[in-house]
Every structure is written in structure tokens, then in C-alpha cells.
Nanobody
Framework: VQLQASGGGLVQAGDSLRLSCAASGVTFSRYTMGWFRQAPGKEREFVAAIRRGGGSTTYTDSVKGRFTLSRNSAENTVYLQMNSLRPEDTAVYYC????????????????WGQGTLVTVSS
């Protein structure tokens, strides 16, 4: 099983980025896919998740209205569109896969990508 995250980079505040997470070796449709992030010196935190099946989404409060998570089952890929980026969004972003309904619990995610760095300058 492999999750390949990509799309990070250095942007200015107010800019946009789209992160991708491509899954292989796993039945993609079975899994809820999540994004977490870890800023320097901080613990990893939940960002967003998109459920298997119907594809409903959940976001942490700080990104609501700015980030949009979607999934393309034909491509086995999830996309995190990040708009109106802020310096506090700076972090390494990780995608992960779970069968759990406890979306914010990183210990219940089975598979993890390698992370992609997002840096937002002020």
C-alpha cells in the first residue's frame, strides 16, 4: 500500500495550493481519506477527511470555508484545494487512510503518505 502526497510549495499569504494524494495497492473506495498537518514544534493535527461511499467531508474549524477536499475514485486520488492560505497553515501535510469513523484520530489511520511541505509567507 502506498499513499503519495504531492503539491506542496512556498506561497504567499492569500494564495492557493492544491495537494494531491494518490493511492495504490489498496481498494481506494473502501477507505475514508484524511489530511493531517504538523507545524514545526507542534503536534500533528487533523485538517479534513472525506468519507468512503457518499464522500461527505469534515473539516477542522480553522480551514472551513478555505479548504475543499474531494476524491476521484477513477484516479484513486484525493485532492485538498487550499485557498486564502495563511502563515499559520505552514506545515507538513500528510494524507492517510482509515476505516474508522473517528476521523480526527490519527492513531486510527492505517496508511500514511510521506508528507508534503506547505510554506506560507506573510
Amino acid at each position: 500500500v502506498q499513499l503519495q502526497a504531492s503539491g506542496g510549495g512556498l506561497v504567499q499569504a492569500g494564495d492557493s495550493l492544491r495537494l494531491s494524494c494518490a493511492a495504490s495497492g489498496v481498494t481506494f473506495s473502501r477507505y475514508t481519506m484524511g489530511w493531517f498537518r504538523q507545524a514545526p514544534g507542534k503536534e500533528r493535527e487533523f485538517v479534513a477527511a472525506i468519507r468512503r461511499g457518499g464522500g461527505s467531508t469534515t473539516y477542522t474549524d480553522s480551514v472551513k470555508g478555505r479548504f475543499t477536499l474531494s476524491r476521484n475514485s477513477a484516479e484513486n486520488t484525493v485532492y485538498l484545494q487550499m485557498n486564502s492560505l495563511r502563515p499559520e497553515d505552514t506545515a507538513v501535510y500528510y494524507c492517510a487512510a482509515t476505516l474508522s469513523v473517528a476521523l480526527a484520530r490519527d492513531d486510527l489511520y492505517y496508511y500514511w503518505g510521506q508528507g508534503t511541505l506547505v510554506t506560507v509567507s506573510s
